[in-house]
C-alpha cells in the first residue's frame, strides 16, 4: 500500500512515522513535508514538494504514484474541499467533506450544530457588530472567552481576564482585522471551569474508534499562564478522563453528534477532536471541534499506537470500522515542543539547530514541525520547532526522559515549558 501525507508540521511527520510502521505500508509521500521527513532514518518516508493548497498537484501526484490511501493532516485543505475533489476522482482519502469540516471552519457553526443536538458546551452569543460585542461582555462579566469565528491557526482565542483584554480582543478581530477573515465574525463563550482534555475520535461516517485520550498545554509559559498558542506540549492518557468519563463522553458528546451530522446531511468521515472542559463533577462540556487530529497530542498518541493506523484510515474510508478495535502501548508518553523564542508572538528563523545526532531514540521521538536544511545545516523555519516525545512507566518517568534529551538539543533562544505533564504527575504524586 501507498500512503499520501498531507501537511508539514508536527502532526503530520508523526502520522507519516505511524503510518510507516504498517506492514502492508511500502511507501509514505508526505507533502510538503519538513525537514524531519528529509532525514527520516525509516527509508520509506519520502517527501513531496507540493503543497498542501494544491489541490490539483497533489490529486495528480496521487494518480501518478498509484497512492491507496491519502490523510489529511490540517485544517485549511480540509475546509477548502480537499476531500471533495479527491473522491470526485475516485480517490479514497481520509477526512472530512467541506461541509463537515464547518464544525471547524466556523465557530458559529459549531455552537449552533452543538444547541441544536442537546451536546453540553459553554453559553455563547455571536456578533459581527463591535457595540453590541461589548455590551454583551459588559453584561456577562470577565472572564469570558472570545473566538474569532473562522480558522486561525490555533491562535484565534483570547480568554480575557480583564474588561479591557476582552474589548481589544474583539476590537483585534472585528475592526483591527487580525485574523482577516476568520475575524470578521466574534463568538463570546462562558468562561469554564475544570481541567481541559483531548479526545480524538476515527470516524467514517457512522461508526467511531476512539484514539487515547491525551491532554494539550495551550498557555505559552509554565503553570499556564500567558498566552495561547498551537500547544507547547501534550501528554497521553490523559488521567482525568476515568472509564467512566470517559463512557459519558462517548455517549454524550461523540455519538450524539455523528447523529447529528447524519441529520444534517453531512455525515462526518475523518479523524474528530473534541477540546473537553471536564468539571470536578465529570461533566464534559464542548470547548471546540476540530477537524483533524491534535498537533502536539498526535506526537505522544503515535508514539504508544500500536495498531495499523492505514489499515484503520482504509477502513473509515469503506465504512468498516466496526470490524476493528485499536491499541495502544500501556506507558504514558510525554510530548515537549521545543519553539522559537519569541512565539506566538515574533521570532527569528534560520537559526542552527544542533544536537540531535546526540538524542537517545530507545524511548524517545524527536517529531519535527518547523525545521528546514540549507547548506547541509538543519535550521529553524517557524515558530514551535520540534516535539521531543518520549514513552516511560509513569508520566514523571516519561517527561524526565523527555526532558533529559531536550538538554542535548540547542539553537539561539531555544524556548520551551518546564512543566509538561504537571497535572499528571501530581496525581501520581497523590495516589502515592
Known amino acids: 500500500m501507498k500512503v499520501m501525507v498531507i501537511g508539514s508540521g508536527g502532526r503530520e511527520h508523526a502520522l507519516a512515522y505511524r503510518l510507516a ?85 466556523s465557530k458559529s457553526f459549531c455552537k449552533d450544530f452543538l444547541e441544536k443536538y442537546d451536546i453540553p458546551t459553554a453559553e455563547y452569543a455571536t456578533f459581527d457588530d463591535e457595540a453590541e460585542a461589548i455590551s454583551y461582555i459588559k453584561q456577562k462579566g470577565i472572564p469570558i472567552v472570545i473566538k474569532a469565528d473562522g480558522l486561525a491557526a490555533g491562535k484565534g482565542v483570547v480568554v480575557a481576564e480583564t474588561e479591557a483584554e476582552a474589548f481589544e480582543a474583539v476590537n483585534n478581530m472585528l475592526s483591527g482585522n487580525q485574523f482577516g477573515e476568520a475575524g470578521h465574525k466574534v463568538v463570546i463563550e462562558e468562561f469554564l471551569k475544570g481541567e481541559e482534555a483531548s479526545y480524538i475520535v476515527l470516524c467514517d461516517g457512522v461508526n467511531v474508534l476512539p484514539l487515547a485520550t491525551s491532554q494539550d498545554h495551550k498557555r505559552v509559559y509554565n503553570g499556564d499562564k500567558g498566552p495561547n498558542t498551537g500547544g507547547m506540549g501534550a501528554y497521553s492518557p490523559a488521567p482525568v478522563v476515568t472509564p467512566e468519563i470517559d463512557s459519558k463522553i462517548m455517549n454524550e458528546v461523540i455519538l450524539p453528534t455523528m447523529k447529528g451530522m ?10 474528530l477532536y473534541a477540546g473537553l472542559m471536564i468539571d470536578t463533577d465529570g461533566q464534559s462540556r464542548v470547548i471546540e471541534y ?39 502501548d500501556p506507558r504514558p508518553a510525554v510530548g515537549v515542543v521545543l519553539a522559537s523564542g519569541g512565539y506566538p508572538h ?12 546526540n538524542v537517545d531514540e530507545t524511548q524517545t521521538k524527536v517529531f519535527h514541525a518547523g525545521t528546514i536544511v540549507q547548506n547541509d545545516q538543519l535550521l529553524t523555519k517557524g515558530g514551535r520547532v520540534l516535539c521531543v516525545t ?43
Open 262 to 271: 447524519i441529520a444534517e446531511g453531512m455525515p462526518y468521515k475523518g479523524f
Open 390 to 432: 518520549s514513552l516511560g512507566d509513569s508520566v514523571a518517568d516519561a517527561q524526565a526522559r523527555a526532558y533529559q534529551e531536550i538538554e542535548k538539543i540547542t539553537w539561539h533562544k531555544m524556548y520551551y515549558r518546564r512543566d509538561i505533564g504537571y497535572r499528571a504527575i501530581d496525581r501520581e504524586n497523590t495516589a502515592k
Open 346 to 357: 515574533s521570532y527569528g528563523d534560520g537559526k542552527e539547530i544542533t544536537g540531535l545526532e
Open 21 to 105: 510502521q504498517s506492514d502492508k505500508v511500502t511507501d509514505v509521500y508526505v507533502a510538503f513535508g519538513n525537514a524531519g521527513v528529509d532525514l527520516e532514518s525509516n527509508k520509506k518516508i519520502k517527501r513531496l514538494r507540493i503543497f498542501e493548497y494544491d489541490h490539483d498537484a497533489l490529486c495528480n501526484n496521487a494518480k501518478k504514484l498509484g497512492i491507496d490511501l491519502t490523510v489529511v493532516g490540517p485544517e485549511l485543505p480540509l475546509s477548502n474541499g480537499i476531500v471533495d475533489h479527491f473522491e470526485d476522482q475516485g480517490l479514497s482519502i481520509f477526512g472530512p467533506s467541506k461541509l463537515a469540516s464547518q464544525l471547524e471552519s
Open 290 to 328: 476540530n477537524c483533524r487530529c491534535g498537533d502536539p497530542e498526535t506526537q505522544p498518541i503515535m508514539l504508544r499506537m500500536q495498531s495499523d493506523l492505514a489499515e484503520l484510515c482504509l477502513a473509515a474510508c469503506n465504512e468498516e470500522l466496526h470490524q476493528h478495535s485499536i491499541e495502544f
